[in-house]
């Protein structure tokens, strides 16, 4: 791992009794803005400035002229801020909560992969390193992934990484023959398909929404297709009154307040655990907040030659995708 950072004090500072107002407190003196993920606890996406999924979370760290950005999501989410913001702070409550889907793609063995298929040009979803971003032509997120590959040259050889779930559904969405790299999301291939369909026989009139990281036996069933930003506003306009939600559950906290009167259910995992809340997305509390934006610290750090090489394709993704 290339990024370091500064571990508060965690041990020695005493929380405030109200953390909500000591956190709108910091910011306001700091000069920060906090972007949070659709996937964190409820208590943090309610103190968030700006809550999005990761097109819409890049988008605003783009074009924040806040000093400090304090990022509750994952880590290469907040690397991705770091890269359009080199002289801003960027925090991190849990410097751990990292991904597995971009843990499934090293870089050396990407470096490999990339060498064997030298006229490709590489596509790399958001969910990946800051090395693989610099390894990358174009990024692309969820809600973009279609659009991007449309907009390229229909005899444009191409590699996917690192999702292959993803890259399959750009590949059914376009007809486009990807080179797939096959990584995968943990949360995301835990849905089961049979529990999925002994719930829908329970509640007959519900739709099935999934997000395209899902695998293609989950996905197969779904009425609607999307990123969690499109998810949610799907259930918004659509007239069904309830909804089996295959994605993260985070998701319907938001939902659930945007829709007061619909009914929303967790697609279940294969096994009785709660392995479809991502450990890492759930490593972020209030508190961590809090302390991060007290202590300014775990902080994002570059190298920067790998900062400059992964803008371009953010930048690229970012001019795409309006
Ligand atoms: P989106 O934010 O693009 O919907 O992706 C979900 C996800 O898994 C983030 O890690
Ligand atoms: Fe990564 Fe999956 Fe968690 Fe998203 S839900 S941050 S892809 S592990």
């Not at 500072?13 to 003196?29: F, G, M, R, S």
């Not at 899902?214 to 069933?221: F, G, Q, T, V, Y």
């Not at 972020?284 to 302390?291: F, P, S």
């Given at each position: 791992?290339?990024?370091?950072?500064?571990?508060?004090?965690?041990?020695?500072?005493?929380?405030?009794?109200?953390?909500?107002?000591?956190?709108?407190?910091?910011?306001?003196?700091?000069?920060?803005?906090?972007?949070?993920?659709?996937?964190?606890?409820?208590?943090?996406?309610?103190?968030?400035?700006?809550?999005?999924?990761?097109?819409?979370?890049?988008?605003?760290?783009?074009?924040?002229?806040?000093?400090?950005?304090?990022?509750?999501?994952?880590?290469?989410?907040?690397?991705?801020?770091?890269?359009?913001?080199?002289?801003?702070?960027?925090?991190?409550?849990?410097?751990?909560?990292?991904?597995?889907?971009?843990?499934?793609?090293?870089?050396?063995?990407?470096?490999?992969?990339?060498?064997?298929?030298?006229?490709?040009?590489?596509?790399?979803?958001?969910?990946?390193?800051?090395?693989?971003?610099?390894?990358?032509?174009?990024?692309?997120?969820?809600?973009?992934?279609?659009?991007?590959?449309?907009q390229l040259p229909q005899?444009?050889?191409?590699?996917?990484?690192?999702?292959?779930?993803?890259?399959?559904?750009?590949?059914?969405?376009?007809?486009?023959?990807?080179?797939?790299?096959?990584?995968?999301?943990?949360?995301?291939?835990?849905?089961?398909?049979?529990?999925?369909?002994?719930?829908?026989?329970?509640?007959?009139?519900?739709?099935?929404?999934?997000?395209?990281?899902?695998?293609?036996?989950?996905?197969?069933?779904?009425?609607y297709i999307g990123s969690?930003?499109?998810?949610?506003?799907?259930?918004?306009?659509?007239?069904?009154?309830?909804?089996?939600?295959?994605?993260?559950?985070?998701?319907?906290?938001?939902?659930?307040?945007?829709?007061?009167?619909?009914?929303?259910?967790?697609?279940?995992?294969?096994?009785?655990?709660?392995?479809?809340?991502?450990?890492?997305?759930?490593?972020?509390?209030?508190?961590?907040?809090?302390?991060?934006?007290?202590?300014?610290?775990?902080?994002?750090?570059?190298?920067?030659?790998?900062?400059?090489?992964?803008?371009?394709?953010?930048?690229?993704?970012?001019?795409?995708?309006?």
């Open positions: 791992m290339f990024t370091t950072a500064l571990q508060p004090q965690t041990q020695t500072t005493k929380l405030p009794h109200d953390l909500i107002e000591a956190i709108q407190a910091l910011k306001q003196e700091m000069n920060a803005v906090i972007l949070a993920h659709y996937y964190q606890d409820p208590d943090i996406q309610d103190v968030a400035d700006y809550l999005g999924d990761s097109l819409g979370l890049s988008q605003q760290a783009a074009s924040t002229d806040a000093d400090v950005i304090v990022f509750a999501g994952v880590h290469f989410m907040a690397e991705t801020a770091k890269i359009l913001n080199p002289d801003k702070l960027v925090l991190l409550p849990d410097l751990d909560a990292g991904c597995s889907l971009a843990d499934s793609c090293p870089p050396d063995a990407f470096a490999a992969f990339k060498a064997a298929h030298p006229h490709h040009l590489v596509i790399s979803y958001i969910n990946c390193t800051a090395e693989i971003k610099a390894m990358s032509d174009i990024i692309c997120t969820s809600s973009n992934a279609v659009q991007i590959v449309r005899d444009q050889p191409i590699i996917f990484a690192p999702d292959r779930n993803l890259g399959r559904y750009v590949m059914a969405q376009t007809g486009r023959d990807l080179v797939l790299w096959q990584g995968s999301c943990i949360v995301h291939e835990t849905f089961s398909e049979r529990k999925m369909i002994q719930l829908k026989i329970q509640h007959p009139t519900a739709e099935i929404i999934a997000h395209p990281e899902c695998e293609p036996a989950i996905l197969r069933h779904a009425n969690t930003t499109a998810l949610l506003k799907y259930c918004q306009q659509s007239t069904s009154q309830s909804f089996i939600v295959a994605t993260e559950p985070g998701i319907i906290h938001q939902m659930q307040k945007q829709a007061t009167d619909k009914q929303f259910i967790p697609a279940p995992p294969t096994n009785s655990c709660n392995c479809n809340e991502c450990p890492y997305m759930r490593l972020n509390t209030l508190e961590k907040l809090y302390l991060a934006m007290k202590h300014r610290a775990p902080e994002i750090i570059l190298p920067e030659a790998t900062r400059i090489a992964a803008l371009q394709p953010i930048q690229r993704m970012l001019a795409m995708s309006v």
